[in-house]
């Protein structure tokens, strides 16, 4: 399963603090950070960046720190950073199945795509998960 180490990503912050946020707000069953908590931090964060309260609409519910300074993404770092140390929670974990493309290939790219059929006909060896038999 994937993980995170929240003192030490391994990431640049901006990448920390708008990673954690979209984890936070995926729909994400398997994770060690409890609905609330995920709500809360991201909650968190939106307040540091906006007078508004935060959006209910999960497609919404995006940080977007291009407008932030320096000092907010800061801000937005030692909050999760506290909020999962308070918790207990040291490293995030989480799991999510292989989902379905969410668009096909392009017009343009098919002849590539058949060309490469072509060179490689055997089937590749995949590591997704099959498919139950419907």
């Not at 707000?25 to 540091?48: K, S």
């Not at 919404?60 to 800061?74: A, F």
């Not at 308070?86 to 995030?92: C, D, R, S, W």
Request: one cysteine or more; a negative charge; proline letters at 12%.
């Amino acid at each position: 399963m994937p993980s995170l180490d929240i003192q030490n990503p391994g990431m640049p912050d901006l990448q920390f603090v708008l990673f954690v946020s979209a984890l936070c707000n995926a729909d994400l069953t398997m994770m060690n950070v409890p609905a609330e908590l995920r709500a809360a931090l991201f909650n968190r964060c939106w307040a540091l960046i906006h007078t508004e309260a935060p959006p209910t609409d999960p497609k919404e519910r995006v940080l977007d720190l291009r407008e932030g300074t320096e000092l907010t993404l800061e801000a937005c770092q030692s909050t999760i950073r506290s909020l999962l140390t308070e918790a207990g929670i040291p490293v995030l974990i989480w799991d999510h199945p292989v989902s379905e493309p969410t668009r096909g290939s392009t017009p343009a790219a098919k002849p590539l795509i058949d060309r490469l059929g072509q060179l490689y006909p055997d089937l590749p060896e995949i590591v997704d998960p099959e498919k139950p038999a419907e």
